[in-house]
Structures are given as structure tokens and as C-alpha cells.
């Protein structure tokens, strides 16, 4: 689900099929319409069709066409319009449909769903990874090419461990590949922060860094907790946080509930320097989460 609607849309992914089967593999949507679908046919061209894949109207298919059992980089850019919309697909940076003045529904895009569901039992798999969605705002706003999501869990720990581990050791407790609620760190103290350090990224241009916290309080009230970035290889002076320098970046505060639940946010320019990240900030950041206001609640943090 995105967060608005979006007149235009891209996404990028991943995908590898072992079989080849007419069926969807992702719609765009508007609450309970199916505005346009990009589909596979049987012999392995991509078709786009407003509406569903297998009863909407066709708007074309691709001459070139996908192989079983190989990974292809996939990108769609939707502009929803009556009569000038438009569909580009680009596979492995080509582009294979380029579909122009089109109705493609004036409503806009507001969420996208993967749809890959051939009619009748038919045993294949289908692998998709390294996805990213965009829209026209800041400055990911444009086909990112082959781009890969590498997820940076804790390796040890940082310059602040101010939360009490349920056992072990804080970082040990927040370095889960997939969410575990079994373990966590707790802080009743506002401001109270834990940071990580993290292994480094390999070479490649960096267009995001997106923070990905799961958190829930223990007791009524109203709570909050914020990301946190340390950049460990700048001087500040010596000024304790939150500081004015450019070693410290607080994220926004989101409320804190009963259960378990997580929040993200992304940032496609580095909240320290102001500029486009890089390989060297990256590696020197250190990853953690702060109490932003009241009191105790349990934690789990991790970096995608």
C-alpha cells in the first residue's frame, strides 16, 4: 500500500519465473479498482492491460520475451490519465513497451499488488527480490536501473547502549533477519538511545537509506520512538546529542502501541550532509533507535 495516490508511479523489481504461464504479475490499484496490470503470457512476452489481466483490454505486449529460470530487472512507469496516460517497461534497463496518449483510468495509483495467479493447479515457482517504488517527489524520481536492497543487520555494538537487553546483549537482541518479538531492549527514559554498528556495503551508487523500526510500550500512555543515524567518522566537537552538528540525525517520532507493530522511513539524501549518499558514509554510520517521549516500551530495530 502506498501512502497517497500518485498520478505517476515507477516500480522496479527482481523476477525469475521456472515456468512459463499467462498470468499477472503485479496491478496497480486504487482502492477496490484494478487500473492497469502488467502480465506474462505463455510464451513469456510482457503484456500491459487496464484493468484485470485476463478480462481488461490489452494495450500491448512486448516483441522480446523472458527465458525460465533467469533473473530480469523489471521496471514499470505508470502515468495515469483518461487519454494521455502512459505505460513505459524497461527489462534489464531496455525498454521493451513504451505505450503513449492511453487510457489508462484517471484515477491514481495508490497501491500496488503482486497478481501472479494463472488459472488451474499448476506447480512453478516465481522468485521476486529488490524492489523499490517510487514516485515524482525528491530526488528518486526516475527509472533507478538493476537496483539492489541490501539489508544491514546489527554486528556489534555502538557508542550508545542505554536500553536493558532481555538477556544477552542489545545489539545481539535487534540483528534478526525477520522479525522476532522474543527478544528486545527495553528504556523507560526519554531520550534513552541504543546504536549499532553495521558490516559495510560494497561498491554501487547509493539511492536510499530506509530505517525500518519494530517497537511496542508496556503500559498506558502515550509513547513515541524515533530512528537515530551516528556518523562515527566526522567531529562534533565533543557536543553531546541531540547536537547542531552533522554527526547526529533524530528521525521523526512515531507513537508507540500495545502489540508490536513497525514503521519505516525513507531517505533518498543523507539527513547529515545534505547531499546524495555514499558508499563511505554509509560504512561509517551506526544504526539505532531513541525513547522519544514518556515512558518504558520494548523495542526491536532493524536497517533494510
Known sequence: MLKASYSTT?????????????????????????????????????AVVRGDYNSGALLGTSIDNLLINVYYYIEVKIVSHSTAGSVVVRVNGVEWLNLTDQNTTSTSVNSIGWFYNPSGFQAFTVDIDDIYVLDTSGTNNNFLGDTRVQYLAPSGAGIRTNFTPLSSTNWSNVDDATPNDNDYNSSSVVGATDLFAMPDIGNGLVHGVQTVLRYKKDDAGFRTVQPVLYRADVDDGGLPPPSTTPRWYRGTKVPVYDTFAGSTQVLDTSPLSGLSWTKDEINALQFGYAVGDAAMFTIDAKLV
Open 10 to 46: 515507477y516500480i522496479g523489481f527482481a523476477f525469475r519465473t521456472s515456468a512459463l504461464r499467462s498470468a499477472g504479475i503485479l496491478i496497480f490499484r486504487n482502492d477496490a479498482s484494478n487500473l492497469v496490470t502488467l502480465s506474462l503470457t505463455s510464451v513469456g512476452r510482457l
